[in-house]
């Protein structure tokens, strides 16, 4: 491929790979603690990499998982969205405007919030109850999310 850079490709999805066992711990706090469903939201493109997670639990788990998009479920609500549940928000900027106008919300309502980000000193990278960043660009965001 024209221009590729496989070692900043590698450098950046190794990234999102390393923040594996950091998820899994925030997940199992989240469990513990007695949340009941998980929401997996989104904007544009990040909304679709939230899919295949979403469709895994809902095929291999009985656990409640729901996929929207940000800014219908700022409109449109949710009777599922409670304190109980576990809100995944992807952001590579950090600043999307229709999550952080839902972070708000979110925050009222006293659901966990975990946040999927390239840079921390932003909204959502400040506002998450459990903060992921692994920095990418553009042309390496999606596959970041997707692992």
Do not use: W
């Amino acid at each position: 491929m024209l221009n590729f850079d496989e070692a900043r490709f590698v450098r950046i999805q190794s990234g999102a790979v390393a923040l594996r066992e950091r998820i899994e711990t925030a997940v199992a706090q989240c469990l513990a603690a007695g949340a009941q469903n998980i929401f997996f939201l989104g904007t544009g493109g990040a909304a679709i990499l939230m899919h295949p997670a979403a469709q895994l639990l809902q095929r291999r788990s009985g656990f409640p998982a729901f996929v929207d998009i940000t800014a219908e479920l700022q409109l449109a609500q949710s009777v599922h969205l409670t304190e109980k549940s576990i809100v995944v928000l992807p952001s590579l900027s950090g600043t999307t405007k229709e999550s952080v106008a839902l972070l708000a919300r979110i925050k009222e309502i006293g659901a966990t919030v975990i946040a999927l980000v390239g840079h921390e000193e932003t909204p959502l990278g400040r506002g998450g109850d459990h903060v992921f960043v692994n920095f990418a660009e553009d042309d390496t965001s999606c596959e970041s999310f997707y692992l």
